[in-house]
């Protein structure tokens, strides 16, 4: 039995992430998606939108920000997070109850008061 060795080169090589690093990077999405749910919300409020039309407005707001990171990082995600779920993905529904809060009380100031 022959042992095979493996070269740098070898795609099932196994990346090495500093920890430190991925913990930043998955903070800073968290913090943007957050304050993008908050101003999304008041966006959506102002614009007096209701119903289906409110919550697409909360998916369109995350796509957008989704792609503003993607292009952030150059389209190499690898070498900022341990896969393409953890920027993509993950999180998407975080901000959702701060949407929700700041799209009524920004609705209600703007369009019932």
Known sequence: MAMERKTMDDDSEGRLYCMDNI????RIVYYSRMFLSIV???VTGILGLTGIGGILCYFITMAIA???LFVKT??????Y??????LGLDGIFSGVM??????????DIVHIF
Not at 74 to 79: E, K, L, Q, R, Y
Not at 98 to 107: A, E, M, P
């Open 81 to 86: 997070f341990v896969s393409w779920y953890a």
């Open 98 to 107: 701060s949407f929700f809060l700041f799209w009524t009380l920004v609705y």
């Open 23 to 26: 913990q930043h990077n998955q």
């Open 40 to 42: 999304g919300g008041c």
């Open 66 to 68: 989704t792609l503003a």
């Open 74 to 79: 150059g389209f190499s995600v690898d070498a």
